[in-house]
């Protein structure tokens, strides 16, 4: 496949994406002037992070006068689960990805954007990435400027109800192979089991800790009970 | 302390957490368990974001759980990502307007 086409596919894959950041990054923007940022740096945090657990805490540690090196630990330990994302990616990319497209695309390992990634059956290619991310920063960094500037000016009913965007995509992502696997779905379950407990049990552990403590016991199970064999 | 620096320790440190598994690791995982803890990770990490976060993610239970029913039908009948992900919305919003 020619670039562009790669590039188009990446961008179309990415619209939902970019749609929910627009809602959720609104969001954010209205949450960082609050606690006593510009606009711009307010628009500067979310252009430059791609991240939204971990923006929001980098905020809470501005606001409170945090130091340098809790903000260092509080981005490291709730974004670490982007390192495992990205060596899973890793293995499932195209002949193209040379050193400065891996250094350049993986800014734009997200949560969402590596959901997608990895539906994908084929490798991924640079450009496709690249689409995907351009239109996820672009809907991330409006979605924020406007929240920041003008935060309040939408219906409640509206911003509310957008709110489950993001969450309906990963339900779109997640169903399809639970439904043709056992495996898959057995993993799934017991990931949301144990999310389940974490939030109502230990509602102290940070929401981005949780998800790597649920994700990585769910899929030791996983690697465990149902091992793979090769893949062609 | 300048906000600037606050924000370049932040986007920093967020970046060389994706760069350096993305960039340096070029090897193929050969170990079975490894290779299918990586295919698995995706899929968990999603659960676990998605639940019990969705019926949260509206400030209103019930047009959350309607979003989500709608969602989850839809995606059993492997609709498109953003198909889903709106009529989810849609739905919740629908809802909402007979509360």
Redesign the interface.
Known sequence: MSRQTDFRKGLV?G??IG??YLSVSFGFGIMAVKSG?SVA?ST??SL????SA??AA?VN??AS?GT?AE??LV??TI?????????????KLDKSFC?PH??L???G?T?EI???C??QTSPLTPFYMYGMILISVFGWVLGTFLGAYAGELLP???S????????????????????KEK??LC??????I???IC??LIPKLS?GF??IL???T???L???L???E?EA | ?R?????L???G???L???????C??K??TS???????????????????????FY????LL??VA??V???I???F?????V???????G??LT??FL
């Open positions: 894959h619209i939902p749609l929910g940022l740096e500067l945090i430059t992070n791609l991240t971990g923006q980098g540690v501005i006068g340098l903000m260092a981005q490291l974004n670490i689960r982007y390192a495992l994302m990205a060596l899973s990616l890793s293995q050193f891996r250094m695309a993986s800014f390992i949560d590596f959901g997608v990895a539906s409640p009913a509206v509310a109800a957008l709110g489950i965007v993001l969450y309906g995509m990963f339900l779109a992502i997640i169903v399809p192979p639970s439904r495996s898959v993993v799934v379950l017991f990931s949301a144990l999310s389940v939030y109502y929401g949780a998800v649920c994700a990585v769910a899929s030791v996983g690697a465990v149902f091992p793979r090769e | 302390m906000v600037s620096v606050y924000i320790v932040m986007a440190v967020t970046y957490i994706r760069a350096l598994p993305f960039g690791f070029r193929k995982i079975k368990f490894l290779r299918s803890f990586l295919y698995y990770i995706p899929y968990a990490v999603l659960s676990a974001m998605t639940i019990p976060a969705i993610s509206t400030d209103n047009t959350a979003g989500t709608i969602a989850l839809l995606s059993f492997e609709l498109p990502l953003i889903v992900a709106l009529s989810a919305s849609l919740a919003f909402g307007l």
